[in-house]
């Protein structure tokens, strides 16, 4: 990565110092998005952030991110490494609480709600969005107890055969393990495994699914299999997807936001004018592969 | 905060579950300070009866004397046990030291994976076998073994006890040793084979002192271990204070004082009874900085190459 | 690691000139003799005293010949045959005489319990008890809902204890107490049978396999308790020896039989011949007048208490008196010790105040670990004894005492196995929305668990061995009939041992001191083998 032709401020480096009249969230501020009108299907917004500022400690990772996330639709997230694109996606579920010193500025909105306020559940609000991690992580159990997890931990256990069945389906599996439901998760292969754990956070039915790099573990077979399936996700759940592959965002994504070094948000829009049309010289630099 | 009619469910803290979760949290939280309660305590209770015992004998007559008599001459001069101790405290290091940092010399940079996953759980077993029966070899077994080889021995003796504390802290200066030196990441000893250097002296040149904080701070910690030793000493060394040691007598060391003193009928509140416990907290002062005196040093090498 | 290659590397220039490989190859040589050393020097030292307890040389010469005829020679050669297959039958055949022998030991222990310490209907009280305590608390999760895992560790432990006690008053006022026997397969056989039911049931995921088993188990425990007493299998003996040996036996052999599918797992039929060629030889040698060796280490031995003759001294109360104590020392120090790590591995902030606190509890702990024994033995005789008004000497201050002890080596194995269990595993499970006890529980604790044990029993078996800390509170230097419970006075069998040091005499010395030692160093390694088997199997399976 090379940081030496990011000198040309851009305009939203400024939006660090606008965190301070942020503190409030104004109710009923419409976000104005010149954007809008150019949306091929209009949804409405199920995850968006306002100036949302992130830190480890004291390096800042997210600069005043502004985005509005379509319901129903796969939106990419694409940016050289380091950029804080996984570190967005860890805000919207509240797993960044994990980490000891991560520090939240300004307002992340799931469903009108921000999901930094004081009396916002985080254990609640991850069961409505599920998560699929970089590498597949299926844990010791059987298949079948893998995605029982998450309907077991919710005490969801009525007609549990059935849903079970249903999340495998949804995710391609079913035909490959149901013989085998005894057997455990880490015996599948490698795209077995990460459709496993697609299976297991689609198992509990949630509104919004985080990608972070699915296909980054997985050979090309197993990695258009997950694509194909993410595609299929979008009839019904919201996706949010991470990759370094911009092939990958270019042929799953509905909209694509593209992070650049230092944690801005530079770009955000369909994912076909991205591609082809960017409005940001660097952007246009980045995905051409001048740099990064 | 603003949502009164569309509250999304996610919001407000389960009440039920949140309490669970900090309940469980504060009950774990309690398992872990109970070792700071086990620490208090032992300070408590030894300083308690120890002030007493300070009270009575002046702690100059104490720690500067050169007579332990408690029971007959209420002689309370600690100075022969500290003598005694310090004493079978070296021959021990003697044996385990060398033989330990070969051994772990051995196991980190010779031996294969299979030899490693044999010796290992050997050297955990002799770890493992109680003290009161090393004490047993060393008088029943090694104390006419080395008669027999001329040394001129009495029945109770400070060599074979001594051998016997060296060969049962060995796995602990092994396997500390040996973690310090498996640190040293491989690039050092690449380094020295690309010198020209050949395993003896990448062993010897590069990665011993290089993992030499961690080797140390398996020696403090080994020696504590035998300043402590109980059973051996009880059993092979004898009880009788010295302020010479000579290593085919007997003797006596601090922990071999307080078991002898709880083992005859003194009476409870007497000074020889307290005396026990000024012995106690001076070996539990020594141990414990020797403990932290080896955390601190151990410390070091960890933050040099992790 | 190492990667050097000293080997010889064909005709190069210095091959024969000034770099000498000797210097390397001595220090080599020398770094092995070291290690070698201490294990060489214990292994002598723990044969010469096996010899001094078994003393092999006073049996007749016949007798040898026949044990080795009946028992070495064909279960070497299957063991062989079985090697060479290299299908893993030698490790089924192993594991098929392992888990009877341990199952033995353990029931052996229990039995024992129930013979001089717990009263039948002590048991049955403390069994209704406990029924109806799980009772309470599922009714009062039906009630409340989901309740709070303290109310429910409050209503369990006010009806364990509230109720024992009650329950025991209860049913001693009852005309008619039902037969020994029956209590016996009703908790142990009963209960043994209905879990290797369950399990079975689980494993072929079918009910009726499940229920077949359950029956069959069921059928012969109970046909078991009308042999014949007198030939020395009374019903607690059957029952209890049933549920800890045969039972784990018979599930660990169905559990191959179904993997195998099909081809005859002939390993399991080694044990078989271990036994045939015992009794065999022990038939043979009794028929042919063959004399076995004087050992001091007999059943003699076990059984009997301490004595100022050699020929009649005994370990057998300082036996129980051990076996009792490490209940204690199990009960008090593995929760809390398993606690205090799943908190600082879990639960412990990494920054703000209590962070301190944290990092002060930890190096607190690793110091913990460095005290001399015997210190801990002067806490207990000043906490338990003086202050809290014990008894001196009695089991339950010797356990404490001992479990304070070792209390911090379980800290550090358990957060060292909890540490192990990588961080994905958490991370999908709090994406899934669980809480982190949840997570600690269903997916932290089960990959931790085999590490957890491995480092327990290990810390176990050194407190088994620890005789300072007994010497401080009190324990007795003999006794000579079992403790009756966890308030009596007790010794214990390095205890026991410690009083033989002071009998001058050669038999004392190199015969029942001996016999003591063999008996107690054989229990620690069979505790250290358990934790080193349990440690390899998973760690292959990871």
Redesign the interface.
């Known amino acids: 990565m090379s940081n030496e032709n990011m000198t040309t401020p851009d305009p939203n480096t400024e939006s660090g110092s606008r965190v301070e009249s942020q503190t409030s ?1 104004r ?1 009923g501020s419409e976000v104005v998005d010149s954007d809008e009108l150019n949306r091929p299907k209009t949804s409405e917004t199920v995850v968006s952030s306002r100036d949302l500022d992130v830190f480890y400690g004291d390096t800042q990772a997210l600069q005043g991110i502004d985005i509005e996330i379509p319901k129903k639709q796969v939106t990419a997230m694409i940016g050289p490494s380091g950029c804080g694109k996984s570190t967005f996606l860890r805000c919207i ?1 509240r ?1 960044n609480d ?1 980490i ?2 991560c520090r939240i500025e300004g307002e992340l909105k ?4 921000n ?1 930094y ?1 004081s ?3 985080p ?6 969005i ?2 699929v ?1 970089q ?1 597949p ?5 059987t298949i079948y107890e893998n995605v029982a ?2 309907l ?4 969801k256990t009525e007609n549990m055969d059935q849903k079970v069945e249903d999340a495998l389906k949804s995710a391609a599996l079913w035909d490959e393990v149901k013989d085998r439901l ?1 057997e455990s998760g880490l015996d599948l292969s490698g795209g077995q495994q990460q459709r496993l ?1 697609i299976a ?2 689609i198992a ?1 039915d949630p509104e919004v699914i985080l990608m972070d790099e699915p296909a980054s573990a997985l050979d090309p077979v197993a990695t258009s299999q997950v694509e194909d399936l993410i595609s299929d996700l979008a009839e019904e759940y919201t996706v949010v997807i991470v990759t370094h592959n911009m092939q990958q965002a270019a042929r799953i994504s509905d909209k694509t936001a593209v992070f650049l070094t230092g944690g801005e948000l530079v770009e955000f829009d369909d994912t076909q004018k991205v591609f082809e049309n960017p409005e940001s010289q660097r952007v246009e630099d980045y995905i051409t592969g001048k740099f990064g | 905060m603003s949502q009164e009619n569309n509250t999304p469910d996610f919001v407000g803290r389960s009440g039920i579950r949140s309490a669970r979760e900090q309940s469980i949290k504060w009950l774990l939280f309690g398992c872990a300070a109970l070792s700071v309660a086990v620490t208090t305590a032992i300070v408590a209770t030894l300083l308690f009866d120890a002030i007493d015992f300070f009270l009575e004998v002046s702690p100059m007559a104490f720690f500067f004397g050169t007579t332990w008599s408690p029971t007959i001459d209420q002689a309370f001069g600690v100075v022969p046990l500290v003598a005694g101790t310090l004493f079978v405290t070296v021959l021990s290091a003697c044996i385990a030291i060398p033989v330990g940092v070969a051994s772990a010399t051995y196991l980190s940079e010779y031996a294969s994976r299979k030899t490693r996953s044999i010796i290992k759980p050997a050297l955990e077993i002799l770890a493992g076998i109680p003290t009161v029966v090393y004490g047993y070899f060393a008088l029943v077994y090694l104390t006419p073994a080395l008669e027999w080889l001329g040394l001129p021995l009495s029945t109770f003796n400070a060599l074979s006890a001594s051998i016997m504390i060296g060969i049962m802290i060995i796995p602990m200066v092994s396997s500390l040793s040996e973690d310090a030196m498996s640190a040293v990441p491989d690039s050092l000893r690449q380094a020295g084979y690309g010198m020209g250097a050949t395993k003896l002296e990448v062993s010897t040149g590069v990665v011993i002192p290089a993992a030499a904080s961690g080797i140390f701070s398996s020696f403090i910690l080994a020696l504590s271990r035998a300043i402590g030793e109980t059973m051996i000493v009880v059993v092979a060394a004898g009880m009788r204070p010295r302020l010479v040691p000579s290593p085919f007598e007997s003797l006596e060391v601090m922990t071999a004082a307080m078991v002898q003193l709880v083992t005859t009928d003194i009476a409870g509140g007497s000074t020889a009874y307290r005396a026990m416990f000024a012995i106690g907290i001076t070996l539990f002062a020594i141990t414990f900085a020797m403990n932290l005196a080896s955390t601190f040093v151990a410390s070091r090498y960890r933050e040099e190459y992790q | 690691m190492a990667t050097g290659h000293d080997g010889p590397t064909g005709d190069w220039f210095g091959n024969s000139e000034q770099i000498s490989r000797l210097p390397g190859k001595v220090f080599a040589a020398t770094c092995l003799a070291a290690t070698l050393f201490g294990i060489v020097m214990v292994a002598g030292l723990l044969v010469y005293v096996t010899k001094d307890a078994i003393r092999p040389l006073t049996a007749n010469p016949g007798w040898f010949l026949v044990f080795f005829l009946t028992l070495v020679v064909p279960s070497t050669a299957l063991l062989a045959y079985f090697g060479r297959r290299r299908d893993g039958e030698a490790t089924v055949a192993l594991t098929a005489l392992g888990i009877p022998f341990f199952g033995l030991l353990l029931g052996s222990g229990v039995l024992m319990l129930f013979i001089d310490v717990i009263g039948i209907f002590e048991w049955l009280a403390f069994v209704a008890a406990t029924i109806v305590a799980v009772g309470v608390i599922l009714g009062h999760r039906r009630v409340r809902g989901r309740t709070s895992f303290l109310e429910e560790l409050l209503v369990g432990v006010v009806a364990l204890v509230g109720l024992g006690p009650v329950t025991y008053q209860f049913i001693s006022t009852f005309p008619t107490l039902p037969q020994a026997w029956l209590i016996y397969l009703f908790t142990f056989g009963l209960g043994g049978a209905a879990i290797a039911g369950l399990l079975v049931a689980r494993r072929r995921n079918d009910r009726r396999a499940g229920l077949t088993a359950f029956t069959a188990l069921f059928v012969t425990v109970t046909a078991g308790v009308f042999i014949d007493p007198s030939t020395g299998i009374t019903p607690p003996v059957w029952v209890i020896l049933f549920t800890f040996a045969a039972i784990p036996t018979a599930l660990y052999a169905e559990g191959v039989v179904r993997r195998r599918q099909g081809s005859l797992p002939v390993g399991l039929f080694f044990p078989f011949v271990v036994v045939a060629g015992m009794l065999v030889g022990a038939v043979l040698v009794d028929l042919l007048g063959f004399a076995g060796p004087q050992a001091w280490l007999d059943i003699q031995f076990l059984t009997s208490a301490n004595s100022r003759f050699p020929e009649e001294a005994g370990i057998y109360p300082a036996l129980i008196g051990s076996i009792l104590m490490m209940v204690v020392v199990a009960i008090s120090s593995f929760p809390i010790g398993v606690g205090a790590a799943l908190y600082l591995e879990e639960y412990a902030p990494s920054s703000g105040p209590l962070s301190v606190v944290v990092k002060f509890i930890e190096i607190n702990i690793a110091n913990l670990a460095g005290v001399p024994s015997v210190v801990y033995g002067l806490l207990g005789l000043a906490l338990f004894v003086n202050w809290l008004d014990f008894a001196s000497g009695i089991v339950v201050v010797g356990g404490m005492t001992v479990g304070l002890l070792i209390l911090p080596i379980i800290i550090i194995s358990a957060q060292e196995a909890i540490r192990a269990v990588p961080g994905s595993l958490r991370q999908a499970s709090y994406g899934m929305g669980a809480t982190r006890w949840q997570t600690i529980r269903r997916v932290v604790l089960p990959e931790a668990l085999p590490g957890i044990l491995t480092g327990s029993i290990l810390a176990f078996g050194r407190a088994i061995g620890e005789t300072a800390p007994l010497l401080m509170i009190g324990a007795a230097a003999s006794v000579f009939r079992a403790p009756n419970g966890f308030f009596d006075i007790f010794s214990a069998m390095p205890r026991q041992i410690y009083t033989w040091v002071g009998q001058p005499s050669q038999e004392f010395q190199y015969g029942v001191m001996a016999a003591g030692v063999v008996t107690l160093v054989t229990v620690m390694i069979s505790m250290n083998a358990a934790a080193i088997l349990i440690r390899n199997k998973y760690e292959r399976r990871s």
């Open positions: 969230p109710p579920n797993m994990l000891d010193s799931f469903e009108a709600k999901v306020d009396d916002v559940d254990v609640a609000l991850r069961r409505r599920g998560m991690f590498s992580n299926p844990f010791p159990k997890y998450g077991k931990i919710q005490g005894d754990c297991r956070a509990v």
